[in-house]
């Protein structure tokens, strides 16, 4: 523990739903919520308005049409989520050289390691010049929390949401942990929380009080001994900065489960080709493909195979998540289908030619288990890229994605059916736009990249 509060722990504010509602002026103030809109999506994350209905991220989003069925429902837009948030990764690296991203829109800062803050007024202006600073070059709003530990960071954070800055005086751990819920400290999820409870600990001051035996013997050696020291308010954990990627995978849940092999066939070579522009993107290569299948028992299997050097070929992941399918039996139909890419390295294997199908070695290793839209938390290291061009008659417009006609310029696509395109046109920092309908195939209307939240001139 530091006798300073100089450990600082951001945390975006309903990161996608507030980056739909900054570029959609329509949207202020309104419930938003952002993830798979097919029958089997779930909720990425909910703005707070939708918050009130009870949407919560990892919700099936059929639950959460039923509990605000007046939001707007929209499609992620991943690559301008990674923009923002490199932009916000910017300006924590100004403030020290160790920052700990945990994901797209959360991360640790250790502030005395940057000589930005040595005690509580330093550390309590950096925090504010800093949620200033984001909200210049972003447009958005998030809260931080300024503790002597990483645990208390994160709480104060999550205290001090939305919108706020809270910070934890050293010293006054215990008694602003007592009254809160065991469910506040890491680690403790609802498993752990409901043998807890069973046993009448149902707040931190119940962990302090039982001790550090008593612990022990209801959930383990490892766990017991944590939950106390952290219910003392201790955690000793370094902010560190390397926590590069172990892995790249991509994966697809299907809204009807698929029974044609050879669809099944092509999905998997689909998902291939985008691991590995993911890859490209990194500038890394892997030696070991993965492939997930979940079959329509909700029964899930991973096959991998380890190539005899690293590579980012295309033909080499797809030929080799190919062969992996082979031993899978999927006759009773697929409703999710991943590739995946581990043990990576900086550099490719030249000699690529033919190299899967010599000497290939077959490991079990799992794939990510992910939702059919990454999670808020889940980190995101590289940048999607477009999928490549597809005729006109096959073009999708998703709801949420930007979009810009000849005549009327940039705007979103509020929805799409029937072979009609409904469109409302207007960009961050306009009015509220006016909405339109096209036929799909209509000439003037193409898909667009994102606009910036902030122009250059503001």
């Not at 703005?47 to 009130?52: D, I, L, N, W």
């Not at 691991?275 to 890394?284: D, F, P």
């Not at 705007?411 to 799409?416: A, P």
């Given at each position: 523990?530091r006798p300073a509060p100089t450990i600082l722990h951001l945390d975006m504010d309903a990161f996608y739903?507030?980056?739909?509602?900054?570029?959609?002026?329509?949207?202020?103030?309104?419930?938003?919520?952002?993830?798979?809109?097919?029958?089997?999506?779930?909720?990425?994350?909910?703005?707070?308005?939708?918050?009130?209905?009870?949407?919560?991220?990892?919700?099936?989003?059929?639950?959460?049409?039923?509990?605000?069925?007046?939001?707007?429902?929209?499609?992620?837009?991943?690559?301008?989520?990674?923009?923002?948030?490199?932009?916000?990764?910017?300006?924590?690296?100004?403030?020290?050289?160790?920052?700990?991203?945990?994901?797209?829109?959360?991360?640790?800062?250790?502030?005395?390691?940057?000589?930005?803050?040595?005690?509580?007024?330093?550390?309590?202006?950096?925090?504010?010049?800093?949620?200033?600073?984001?909200?210049?070059?972003?447009?958005?709003?998030?809260?931080?929390?300024?503790?002597?530990?990483?645990?208390?960071?994160?709480?104060g954070s999550e205290e001090a949401k939305p919108d706020g800055l809270v910070l934890i005086e050293p010293?006054?751990?215990?008694?602003?942990?007592?009254?809160?819920?065991?469910?506040?400290?890491?680690?403790?999820?609802?498993?752990?929380?409901?043998?807890?409870?069973?046993?009448?600990?149902?707040?931190?001051?119940?962990?302090?009080?039982?001790?550090?035996?008593?612990?022990?013997?209801?959930?383990?050696?490892?766990?017991?001994?944590?939950?106390?020291?952290?219910?003392?308010?201790?955690?000793?954990?370094?902010?560190?900065?390397?926590?590069?990627?172990?892995?790249?995978?991509?994966?697809?849940?299907?809204?009807?489960?698929?029974?044609?092999?050879?669809?099944?066939?092509?999905?998997?070579?689909?998902?291939?080709?985008?691991?590995?522009?993911?890859?490209?993107?990194?500038?890394?290569?892997?030696?070991?493909?993965?492939?997930?299948?979940?079959?329509?028992?909700?029964?899930?299997?991973?096959?991998?195979?380890?190539?005899?050097?690293?590579?980012?070929?295309?033909?080499?992941?797809?030929?080799?998540?190919?062969?992996?399918?082979?031993?899978?039996?999927?006759?009773?139909?697929?409703?999710?289908?991943?590739?995946?890419?581990?043990?990576?390295?900086?550099?490719?294997?030249?000699?690529?030619?033919?190299?899967?199908?010599?000497?290939?070695?077959?490991?079990?290793?799992?794939?990510?288990?992910?939702?059919?839209?990454?999670?808020?938390?889940?980190?995101?290291?590289?940048?999607?890229?477009?999928?490549?061009?597809?005729?006109?008659?096959?073009?999708?417009?998703?709801?949420?994605?930007?979009?810009?006609?000849?005549?009327?310029?940039?705007?979103?696509?509020?929805?799409?059916?029937?072979?009609?395109?409904?469109?409302?046109?207007?960009?961050?920092?306009?009015?509220?736009?006016?909405?339109?309908?096209?036929?799909?195939?209509?000439?003037?209307?193409?898909?667009?990249?994102?606009?910036?939240?902030?122009?250059?001139?503001?």
């Open positions: 523990m739903a507030s980056v739909e509602q900054a570029s959609k002026p329509s949207l202020r103030g309104k419930p938003v919520v952002v993830g798979g809109l097919g029958p089997r999506g779930v909720v990425a994350t909910a703005s707070y308005e939708a918050r009130r209905f009870g949407v919560h991220s990892a919700m099936p989003m059929a639950q959460a049409r039923r509990l605000a069925p007046n939001a707007a429902y929209l499609v992620p837009r991943f690559s301008l989520y990674r923009t923002i948030s490199g932009q916000v990764m910017e300006l924590l690296g100004r403030l020290s050289p160790l920052v700990e991203p945990l994901s797209l829109d959360e991360a640790f800062v250790d502030l005395e390691a940057g000589g930005t803050a040595s005690d509580s007024a330093s550390a309590r202006a950096t925090g504010e010049r800093l949620r200033a600073d984001i909200l210049a070059v972003t447009g958005l709003r998030g809260s931080v929390g300024l503790a002597g530990s990483k645990m208390l960071a994160k709480i010293g006054t751990e215990r008694d602003l942990l007592a009254p809160m819920s065991v469910r506040t400290l890491p680690g403790v999820g609802p498993a752990t929380g409901d043998h807890l409870r069973r046993a009448g600990m149902t707040t931190v001051a119940h962990l302090a009080e039982a001790g550090e035996d008593e612990l022990v013997r209801l959930v383990g050696r490892a766990h017991g001994l944590s939950l106390y020291r952290m219910a003392l308010g201790l955690d000793e954990r370094p902010v560190v900065s390397d926590r590069d990627a172990k892995s790249v995978s991509v994966e697809d849940t299907f809204d009807v489960d698929l029974h044609d092999r050879v669809r099944v066939r092509a999905e998997v070579d689909r998902l291939a080709e985008r691991c590995v522009r993911r890859l490209r993107e990194a500038g890394r290569s892997g030696r070991t493909v993965v492939l997930k299948v979940r079959r329509y028992d909700f029964s899930t299997l991973t096959r991998s195979e380890t190539l005899r050097g690293p590579t980012d070929d295309v033909s080499v992941v797809r030929e080799a998540a190919g062969r992996l399918l082979e031993g899978v039996n999927t006759t009773g139909g697929v409703r999710l289908l991943g590739v995946g890419v581990t043990a990576l390295a900086d550099f490719t294997q030249e000699d690529l030619f033919a190299q899967a199908a010599a000497g290939a070695v077959e490991t079990p290793l799992p794939l990510p288990d992910e939702p059919t839209v990454a999670p808020e938390r889940v980190p995101l290291p590289v940048t999607a890229v477009p999928a490549p061009e597809t005729s006109r008659a096959e073009r999708r417009f998703p709801a949420g994605h930007d979009v810009r006609h000849a005549v009327h310029g940039p705007g979103w696509v509020q929805g799409s059916g029937a072979r009609r395109v409904t469109v409302r046109f207007e960009q961050p920092g306009s009015a509220v736009g006016r909405v339109r309908t096209f036929w799909l195939d209509d000439p003037d209307l193409e898909p667009s990249d994102p606009l910036p939240l902030v122009s250059d001139d503001t």
